[in-house]
Protein backbone atom coordinates (compact mmCIF):
# COMPACT_ATOMS: atom_id res chain seq x y z
CA UNK A 1 0.00 0.00 0.00
CA UNK A 2 1.33 3.27 -0.93
CA UNK A 3 2.13 5.59 1.97
CA UNK A 4 0.06 9.52 1.03
CA UNK A 5 2.88 12.16 -0.42
CA UNK A 6 3.80 14.71 1.95
CA UNK A 7 3.33 18.33 0.31
CA UNK A 8 6.69 20.38 -0.20
CA UNK A 9 6.80 24.20 0.13
CA UNK A 10 9.72 26.37 -1.09
CA UNK A 11 9.76 29.66 1.49
CA UNK A 12 11.73 32.36 0.98
CA UNK A 13 11.53 35.33 3.18
CA UNK A 14 12.86 36.44 6.41
CA UNK A 15 13.93 34.96 9.78
CA UNK A 16 14.18 35.48 13.70
CA UNK A 17 16.12 33.38 16.12
CA UNK A 18 13.94 34.46 19.02
CA UNK A 19 10.25 34.98 18.32
CA UNK A 20 7.73 33.70 15.29
CA UNK A 21 7.79 36.28 12.06
CA UNK A 22 8.81 35.14 8.83
CA UNK A 23 10.13 31.69 8.09
CA UNK A 24 10.13 31.56 11.93
CA UNK A 25 6.29 31.12 11.96
CA UNK A 26 5.59 30.01 8.29
CA UNK A 27 8.36 26.82 9.20
CA UNK A 28 6.51 25.42 12.54
CA UNK A 29 2.58 26.67 11.40
CA UNK A 30 3.30 24.40 8.15
CA UNK A 31 4.97 21.44 9.71
CA UNK A 32 1.87 21.19 12.38
CA UNK A 33 -0.36 20.81 9.23
CA UNK A 34 2.00 17.95 7.96
CA UNK A 35 3.93 19.64 5.28
CA UNK A 36 7.29 19.48 4.50
CA UNK A 37 9.08 23.53 4.26
CA UNK A 38 12.03 24.20 2.81
CA UNK A 39 13.23 27.62 4.64
CA UNK A 40 15.33 30.13 2.26
CA UNK A 41 15.70 32.87 4.76
CA UNK A 42 16.34 36.54 3.02
CA UNK A 43 17.24 38.02 6.76
CA UNK A 44 18.50 36.94 9.97
CA UNK A 45 17.81 38.85 13.18
CA UNK A 46 17.93 38.04 16.20
CA UNK A 47 14.14 39.36 16.81
CA UNK A 48 11.23 41.14 15.21
CA UNK A 49 11.70 45.03 14.46
CA UNK A 50 8.38 45.66 16.84
CA UNK A 51 11.20 45.24 19.79
CA UNK A 52 13.34 48.42 20.65
CA UNK A 53 15.93 47.18 19.30
CA UNK A 54 17.39 44.09 17.17
CA UNK A 55 20.81 42.84 15.47
CA UNK A 56 21.67 40.82 12.51
CA UNK A 57 21.77 41.31 8.63
CA UNK A 58 20.12 40.20 5.38
CA UNK A 59 21.21 36.96 3.30
CA UNK A 60 23.95 38.16 0.48
CA UNK A 61 21.92 36.93 -2.55
CA UNK A 62 24.77 35.14 -3.72
CA UNK A 63 24.23 32.89 -1.04
CA UNK A 64 20.55 32.66 -1.45
CA UNK A 65 21.62 31.60 -5.36
CA UNK A 66 24.06 29.22 -4.58
CA UNK A 67 21.17 26.63 -2.29
CA UNK A 68 19.03 27.39 -5.12
CA UNK A 69 21.71 25.77 -7.30
CA UNK A 70 22.08 23.27 -4.55
CA UNK A 71 18.07 22.51 -4.70
CA UNK A 72 18.40 22.06 -8.56
CA UNK A 73 21.54 20.10 -8.25
CA UNK A 74 19.74 17.68 -6.02
CA UNK A 75 16.31 17.89 -8.32
CA UNK A 76 14.41 18.75 -5.52
CA UNK A 77 12.28 21.92 -7.52
CA UNK A 78 10.69 18.91 -9.87
CA UNK A 79 9.06 17.70 -6.15
CA UNK A 80 8.13 21.38 -5.24
CA UNK A 81 4.67 21.62 -4.75
CA UNK A 82 4.53 25.51 -4.17
CA UNK A 83 6.78 28.50 -3.60
CA UNK A 84 5.71 31.01 -0.56
CA UNK A 85 7.27 34.73 -1.15
CA UNK A 86 7.40 37.07 2.21
CA UNK A 87 9.83 39.72 3.09
CA UNK A 88 12.51 39.46 0.46
CA UNK A 89 14.42 42.95 2.00
CA UNK A 90 15.84 43.88 -1.51
CA UNK A 91 16.08 44.58 -5.57
CA UNK A 92 18.29 41.58 -6.17
CA UNK A 93 16.45 39.00 -3.83
CA UNK A 94 13.29 39.82 -5.64
CA UNK A 95 14.85 39.35 -9.08
CA UNK A 96 16.17 35.73 -8.10
CA UNK A 97 12.48 34.92 -6.73
CA UNK A 98 11.00 35.76 -10.26
CA UNK A 99 13.93 33.58 -11.48
CA UNK A 100 12.73 30.83 -8.99
CA UNK A 101 9.04 31.21 -9.92
CA UNK A 102 10.01 29.98 -13.43
CA UNK A 103 12.07 27.59 -12.56
CA UNK A 104 9.86 25.87 -9.93
CA UNK A 105 6.99 26.22 -12.48
CA UNK A 106 9.05 24.11 -15.36
CA UNK A 107 10.00 21.84 -12.98
CA UNK A 108 6.76 21.02 -11.60
CA UNK A 109 3.73 22.61 -13.82
CA UNK A 110 1.19 23.11 -11.52
CA UNK A 111 3.27 24.31 -8.51
CA UNK A 112 1.46 27.02 -6.41
CA UNK A 113 2.83 30.62 -6.15
CA UNK A 114 1.45 32.16 -3.18
CA UNK A 115 2.84 35.72 -2.90
CA UNK A 116 3.05 37.83 0.60
CA UNK A 117 4.43 41.20 -0.86
CA UNK A 118 5.27 42.42 2.39
CA UNK A 119 6.57 45.99 1.88
CA UNK A 120 5.06 47.82 5.03
CA UNK A 121 1.66 48.78 6.53
CA UNK A 122 -0.35 51.53 7.19
CA UNK A 123 1.03 52.56 10.76
CA UNK A 124 4.64 52.39 9.77
CA UNK A 125 4.52 53.16 6.11
CA UNK A 126 7.15 51.25 3.35
CA UNK A 127 9.94 49.65 5.45
CA UNK A 128 11.58 48.34 2.82
CA UNK A 129 13.93 49.61 -0.58
CA UNK A 130 11.72 51.67 -2.51
CA UNK A 131 12.62 50.01 -5.75
CA UNK A 132 10.94 46.74 -4.61
CA UNK A 133 7.11 48.02 -5.13
CA UNK A 134 7.78 48.26 -8.72
CA UNK A 135 9.36 44.86 -8.35
CA UNK A 136 6.35 43.24 -6.56
CA UNK A 137 3.90 45.28 -8.69
CA UNK A 138 5.73 44.66 -12.49
CA UNK A 139 7.41 41.20 -11.93
CA UNK A 140 6.18 38.88 -9.10
CA UNK A 141 2.50 39.98 -8.38
CA UNK A 142 1.48 38.92 -12.29
CA UNK A 143 3.01 35.93 -12.21
CA UNK A 144 1.69 34.85 -8.69
CA UNK A 145 -1.65 32.81 -8.15
CA UNK A 146 -2.06 34.18 -4.92
CA UNK A 147 -1.65 37.54 -3.64
CA UNK A 148 -2.04 38.31 0.22
CA UNK A 149 -1.48 41.86 0.98
CA UNK A 150 -2.72 44.08 3.71
CA UNK A 151 -4.19 47.38 2.50
CA UNK A 152 -1.33 49.61 2.59
CA UNK A 153 0.69 47.04 0.16
CA UNK A 154 -2.60 47.11 -1.84
CA UNK A 155 -2.51 50.30 -2.02
CA UNK A 156 0.64 50.45 -3.45
CA UNK A 157 0.19 47.83 -6.05
CA UNK A 158 -2.57 49.46 -7.74
CA UNK A 159 -1.58 53.17 -7.30
CA UNK A 160 -4.58 53.88 -5.39
CA UNK A 161 -5.79 54.87 -1.39
CA UNK A 162 -7.43 51.28 0.41
CA UNK A 163 -9.19 53.04 3.34
CA UNK A 164 -12.43 51.28 2.91
CA UNK A 165 -13.88 47.58 2.21
CA UNK A 166 -15.41 49.04 -0.96
CA UNK A 167 -12.08 49.87 -2.07
CA UNK A 168 -10.21 47.00 -0.92
CA UNK A 169 -12.70 45.25 -3.37
CA UNK A 170 -12.27 47.51 -6.22
CA UNK A 171 -8.56 47.53 -5.80
CA UNK A 172 -8.39 43.41 -5.82
CA UNK A 173 -10.24 43.56 -8.69
CA UNK A 174 -7.72 45.76 -10.67
CA UNK A 175 -4.83 43.17 -8.99
CA UNK A 176 -6.84 40.00 -10.42
CA UNK A 177 -6.75 41.39 -13.97
CA UNK A 178 -3.34 41.75 -13.88
CA UNK A 179 -2.72 38.16 -12.96
CA UNK A 180 -3.21 36.38 -9.57
CA UNK A 181 -6.37 34.04 -9.83
CA UNK A 182 -6.87 35.06 -5.72
CA UNK A 183 -6.05 38.09 -3.69
CA UNK A 184 -6.62 38.30 -0.02
CA UNK A 185 -6.12 42.04 1.52
CA UNK A 186 -5.26 41.49 5.12
CA UNK A 187 -5.62 43.54 8.35
CA UNK A 188 -8.83 45.44 6.99
CA UNK A 189 -10.56 47.69 9.48
CA UNK A 190 -14.53 46.34 9.50
CA UNK A 191 -17.30 49.02 10.56
CA UNK A 192 -18.14 47.10 13.67
CA UNK A 193 -14.92 47.96 14.58
CA UNK A 194 -13.18 44.35 14.19
CA UNK A 195 -10.79 43.16 11.82
CA UNK A 196 -11.54 42.20 8.26
CA UNK A 197 -9.70 40.11 5.82
CA UNK A 198 -11.31 40.20 2.23
CA UNK A 199 -11.09 37.29 -0.27
CA UNK A 200 -11.47 37.84 -4.24
CA UNK A 201 -11.53 34.66 -6.56
CA UNK A 202 -12.88 33.87 -9.61
CA UNK A 203 -16.07 32.59 -8.17
CA UNK A 204 -17.04 35.71 -6.18
CA UNK A 205 -15.98 37.66 -2.82
CA UNK A 206 -16.12 37.07 0.62
CA UNK A 207 -15.40 38.61 3.56
CA UNK A 208 -14.21 37.16 7.64
CA UNK A 209 -14.23 39.52 10.11
CA UNK A 210 -13.14 38.54 13.26
CA UNK A 211 -12.89 40.53 16.76
CA UNK A 212 -10.23 43.29 17.39
CA UNK A 213 -7.57 42.34 19.89
CA UNK A 214 -5.08 44.22 22.03
CA UNK A 215 -1.99 42.01 21.73
CA UNK A 216 1.19 41.97 19.51
CA UNK A 217 0.56 41.03 15.76
CA UNK A 218 3.90 41.04 14.35
CA UNK A 219 4.30 37.90 12.21
CA UNK A 220 0.63 37.52 11.79
CA UNK A 221 1.01 38.11 8.43
CA UNK A 222 3.32 35.74 7.65
CA UNK A 223 1.16 33.30 9.80
CA UNK A 224 -1.78 33.71 7.63
CA UNK A 225 -0.48 33.72 4.39
CA UNK A 226 1.75 30.26 5.68
CA UNK A 227 -1.68 28.64 6.82
CA UNK A 228 -3.65 29.63 3.87
CA UNK A 229 -1.02 27.50 1.28
CA UNK A 230 -1.19 24.78 3.65
CA UNK A 231 -5.14 24.51 3.69
CA UNK A 232 -5.24 24.41 -0.02
CA UNK A 233 -2.46 21.83 -0.56
CA UNK A 234 -4.07 19.90 1.69
CA UNK A 235 -7.35 19.73 -0.76
CA UNK A 236 -10.12 22.52 1.15
CA UNK A 237 -11.35 24.87 -1.09
CA UNK A 238 -10.58 28.64 -0.80
CA UNK A 239 -13.25 29.98 1.55
CA UNK A 240 -12.99 26.40 3.62
CA UNK A 241 -9.03 27.76 3.58
CA UNK A 242 -9.38 30.43 4.30
CA UNK A 243 -11.93 30.69 7.25
CA UNK A 244 -9.41 27.70 8.63
CA UNK A 245 -6.22 30.30 8.38
CA UNK A 246 -8.37 33.45 9.70
CA UNK A 247 -9.52 31.49 12.23
CA UNK A 248 -5.97 29.79 13.93
CA UNK A 249 -4.15 33.08 13.55
CA UNK A 250 -7.32 34.98 15.85
CA UNK A 251 -6.35 32.24 17.82
CA UNK A 252 -2.30 32.54 18.41
CA UNK A 253 -2.95 36.63 18.69
CA UNK A 254 -5.54 35.78 21.60
CA UNK A 255 -2.83 33.08 22.81
CA UNK A 256 -0.22 36.11 22.97
CA UNK A 257 -2.95 38.73 24.64
CA UNK A 258 -3.05 36.21 27.92
CA UNK A 259 0.66 35.49 27.56
CA UNK A 260 2.02 38.95 26.85
CA UNK A 261 5.17 39.98 25.70
CA UNK A 262 5.66 41.34 22.08
CA UNK A 263 5.94 38.10 20.45
CA UNK A 264 3.38 35.81 18.86
CA UNK A 265 2.64 32.49 21.18
CA UNK A 266 2.78 30.41 18.64
CA UNK A 267 4.10 27.10 20.32
CA UNK A 268 1.25 27.93 23.42
CA UNK A 269 -1.47 28.11 20.60
CA UNK A 270 0.31 24.98 18.62
CA UNK A 271 -2.96 23.21 18.70
CA UNK A 272 -4.94 25.88 17.12
CA UNK A 273 -3.13 25.87 14.16
CA UNK A 274 -4.31 22.96 12.75
CA UNK A 275 -8.10 23.02 14.65
CA UNK A 276 -8.85 26.34 16.10
CA UNK A 277 -11.23 26.54 18.87
CA UNK A 278 -13.76 29.31 17.14
CA UNK A 279 -14.11 29.22 13.09
CA UNK A 280 -15.00 31.94 11.87
CA UNK A 281 -17.18 31.87 8.62
CA UNK A 282 -16.93 34.08 5.75
CA UNK A 283 -19.78 35.65 3.88
CA UNK A 284 -19.94 36.41 0.78
CA UNK A 285 -20.23 39.80 -0.85
CA UNK A 286 -22.93 40.84 -3.21
Known amino acids: ?19 HVGNAAAVPALNRLGIEVWPLDTVRLSNHTGHPGWRGRPVAVETLAALVEGLADLGALGDCDALLTGYLGTAEIAALVA ?3 ARVAAARPGAIHLCDPVMGNAARGLYVAEDLPALFRDRLVPRADIVTPNGFELGLLTGRPVETLEDALDAAGTLRARGPKTVICTS ?10 LAATDGGAWLIVTPRLDAPANGAGDLMAALMLGHLLLGRETVAALARAVSSVHAVIAASARYGGRDLALIAAADALAAPPTLFRAERLP
Open 1 to 19: MSRPRIPNVLSIQSSVVHG
Open 99 to 101: EMR
Open 188 to 197: LAAPDGGIAT
